[in-house]
Antibody, heavy 123, light 110 residues
Framework: QVQLVESGGGVVQPGRSLRLSCAAS????????MHWVRQAPGKGLEWVALIWYDENNKYSADSVKGRFTISRDNSKNTLYLQMNSLRAEDTALYYC????????????????WGQGTLVTVSS | QSALTQPASVSGSPGQSITISCTGT?????????VSWYQQHPGKVPKLMIYNVVARPSGVSNRFSGSKSGNTASLTVSGLQAEDEADYYCSSFTSSSTWVFGGGTKLTVL
């Protein structure tokens, strides 16, 4: 069965960096695009970034552009989110989610989600 | 990348039908048939309920249906049940090859 397990969250000071990981299993990882989606405490969902199955295309939300970088290691079945210059408004539960069609061009819905990892940016 | 517009809350009695709207622009909802809907119960992970405007994943009740007209997509829940009480989010692919979510709608079953 599809499993996505996020890790790497924690408490970090403003301006510092953090790298999140998402370990995938139960499907052929290198054939699916992957997303990061976040949810601030008590707030709605916010799309963060997308990486295609072959790493050739990456997209991110304006709110994180230039600060966050999505990447993947298909040999390790792992998705990453490098977060630099963190701000208080980046405080959220970060989910990784699978784009639901193999070899898709990013238009597929988020069909499986991990449980999330909490990032708290505070001094 | 402005969020899609959803009503903050909707409510209905058991057995009734409700509809949640999701309004965007011609650069997202109106331009593509890549609108999806997610259900999220408190403290739980979002669950895909509708994708590509009208398609239902295996295992999702046929009481849930989707539609779209112009820049507005809609989710209809018929035969409301207590377990349908949750937050619902729409999402759309955009002309920038990114995704955008709506602000979410809290569905209350009276």
């Amino acid at each position: 069965q599809v499993q996505l397990v996020e890790s790497g969250g924690g408490v970090v000071q403003p301006g510092r960096s953090l790298r999140l990981s998402c370990a995938a299993s139960g499907f052929t990882f290198n054939t699916y695009g992957m997303h990061w989606v976040r949810q601030a405490p008590g707030k709605g969902l916010e799309w963060v970034a997308l990486i295609w199955y072959d790493e050739n295309n990456k997209y991110s939300a304006d709110s994180v552009k230039g600060r966050f970088t999505i990447s993947r290691d298909n040999s390790k079945n792992t998705l990453y989110l490098q977060m630099n210059s963190l701000r208080a408004e980046d405080t959220a539960l970060y989910y990784c989610a699978r784009a639901g069609t193999p070899y898709g061009a990013g238009q597929s819905p988020f069909d499986f989600w991990g449980q999330g990892t909490l990032v708290t940016v505070s001094s | 990348q402005s969020a899609l517009t959803q009503p903050a809350s909707v409510s209905g009695s058991p057995g009734q039908s409700i509809t949640i709207s999701c309004t965007g622009t011609s650069s997202d909802v109106g331009g593509y048939n890549y609108v999806s809907w997610y259900q999220q119960h408190p403290g739980k992970v979002p669950k895909l309920m509708i994708y590509n405007v009208v398609a239902r994943p295996s295992g999702v009740s046929n009481r849930f249906s989707g539609s779209k007209s112009g820049n507005t997509a809609s989710l209809t829940v018929s035969g409301l049940q207590a377990e349908d009480e949750a937050d619902y989010y729409c999402s759309s692919f955009t002309s920038s090859s990114t995704w955008v979510f709506g602000g979410g709608t809290k569905l209350t079953v009276l």
